[in-house]
């Protein structure tokens, strides 16, 4: 399991914001499962609950019943910078002289070092090694001399990398995406409020309507009292650099973004990986969750170009079963495959099997599985996957951290097929995601799969002309 992190922010008219939050920050379970929670306030004080696990495991009933108040924001999350454990479960929260402050964080900085080094110069003490505390200090530092939209813009200029926030200053929810919009976020309407998300299908769970995407650079200040809210753009960019890993594998099918519902993305890729390369076999099967609308759509589009496959389910997931990705050694994470994945022979027993997955990063699943389905009797495999080869790390917040992890770093399509063990092996191309997406590559972050990055990372490429922000003293908002 890859993760990222999840966020929300919710403000209502006449009830308690905590079970709401609660409810979406199940639906975004998928984005972070180490930590989670939830900061409200009710115009006194605020209050808050956080802790390590699962949603399910670190709220019970008499933990809800304590966050009051009608407006509040929640976290889950998947560490990328300042540790595991409790010392950094998000909401972040500091209080000030001039007030409280609740942070929540998707994505990662790359310049956290200097800020903090700043900050720290300035007096600010630091309880982790995080980029979220560095993003709640500085605000709470401009909050002292400047109203709120002018201190998220003070901030805005100092911070650089990716930012999907919401923040909670004292009783008032914001929402900020950082200027080039690379994690998702966007606002819908409740029957008694507003809602500021991740993904469109934590809306959906509120029984609300999605209303956009927040717009790259934006801030979103809801009304204290859920009648409305107000948007200011405080940054403009030429160009975006949408994660388009959120497309492929990321974010739910179910939810949209960019305007586009991202199972029908999915189904599209599948239908371009049949058209870059296609193979009729006796069997299309996906490698559940994440292969199943690719697959949907590349079996759909052999069938109208008249090829004889069946699409059909050929491995069974045991739904309790998560975070391969991160189990410690490479050993328990082949276990872990194993214990996640189990065949169902009579798909499988003497037929050729095309098998299509959103991504390689390890290797470790497709390996496993084209044993798995040798051992099940298949007769060849072949394995399609419908995003490029990860080559690079990723620094805006998803756990590929090293080139040495990546299979694909330094070998070519050929050596991973035999490494993997596969019959044949076609990922799709760049060209493919960037038509589907509907977007140029100069409005993507494709730096995982080419190694040059759309943000100033020190020892990496650009691919565009970009700068960290000279850290120095704080900056004005007026610039
Ligand atoms: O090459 P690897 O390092 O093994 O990583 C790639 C695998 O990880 C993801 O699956 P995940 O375990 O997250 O399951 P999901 O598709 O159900 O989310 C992805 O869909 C691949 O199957
Ligand atoms: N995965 C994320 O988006 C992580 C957010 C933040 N960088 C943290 O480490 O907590």
């Known amino acids: ?117 700043e900050l720290a110069d300035l007096g600010h003490a630091f309880t982790s090694n995080g980029d979220t505390e560095v993003i709640a200090h500085d605000l709470a530092r401009n909050l002292l001399e400047e109203d709120l939209v002018r201190a998220v813009k003070s901030t805005m200029s100092r911070i650089h990398g990716s930012y999907s926030l919401t923040i909670m200053h004292d009783e008032t929810v914001l929402g ?51 009648s409305g809210y107000d948007t200011y753009q405080l940054v403009e960019r030429e160009n975006t650099a949408h994660c388009f890993f959120e497309h492929v594998y990321f974010a739910r099918p179910d939810s949209v973004i960019n305007d586009e519902l991202v199972y029908e993305v999915r189904r599209n890729l599948g239908e371009a990986l049949w058209n870059e390369s296609g193979v009729e076999t006796d069997v299309v099967m996906p490698v559940p969750d994440s292969g199943r609308s690719f697959a949907s759509g590349y079996a759909e589009a052999a069938a109208e170009d008249g090829a004889d496959v069946e699409f059909a389910e050929g491995l069974m997931k045991n739904r309790y079963v998560g975070r391969t990705f991160i189990m410690p050694t490479q050993d328990e994470r082949e276990r872990a495959v194993r214990l996640k994945l189990n065949p169902i022979k009579s798909t499988i027993e003497g037929r050729s099997v095309t098998l299509i997955d959103d991504s390689i990063v390890r290797g470790t ?37 090293t080139r040495e992890e990546l299979i694909a770093s330094d070998r070519s399509v050929e050596d991973i097929r035999d490494h993997v063990g596969a019959d044949s092996l076609s990922y799709l191309s760049i060209g493919a995601i960037t038509e589907a997406l509907g977007k140029d590559d100069t409005d993507l972050c494709l730096g995982c799969v080419t190694g040059k990055y759309p943000y100033d990372i020190e020892g990496e490429e650009r691919d565009r002309d970009v700068t960290r922000p000279t850290i120095g003293s704080p900056a004005s908002a007026d610039d």
């Open 1 to 117: 399991m890859h993760e990222k992190c999840g966020v929300v922010g919710i403000s209502l008219s006449d009830r308690g914001a905590a079970r709401p939050l609660y409810y979406s920050l199940y639906a975004l379970q998928h984005r972070g499962q180490e930590a989670a929670g939830i900061v409200t306030h009710d115009g006194f004080q605020q209050h808050d609950h956080v802790g390590t696990g699962m949603v399910g495991d670190v709220f019970d009933q008499e933990d809800l019943d304590q966050l009051n108040g009608p407006n509040g924001i929640g976290h889950v999350r998947y560490p990328t910078q300042g540790g595991l454990g409790a010392c950094c479960a998000q909401p972040f929260s500091v209080s000030f002289k001039s007030g409280s402050l609740g942070l929540s964080h998707n994505g990662n900085l790359v310049n956290t070092d200097e800020v903090r080094q």
């Open 176 to 226: 900020v995406r950082d200027p080039q919009g690379n994690r998702p976020l966007c606002i819908g309407e409740l029957e008694d409020g507003y809602v500021i998300a991740s993904e469109s299908a934590a809306i959906d769970t509120l029984d609300g309507e999605l209303i956009r995407d927040v717009k790259p650079g934006e801030l979103v200040v809801l009304k204290p009292d859920g």
């Open 365 to 401: 699943t497709s390996t496993q599985l084209i044993e798995l389905l040798r051992d099940a009797g298949a007769e060849e495999v072949h394995v399609r996957i419908g995003a490029p080869p990860i080559v690079a790390p990723c620094y805006l917040g998803i756990d590929m951290a």
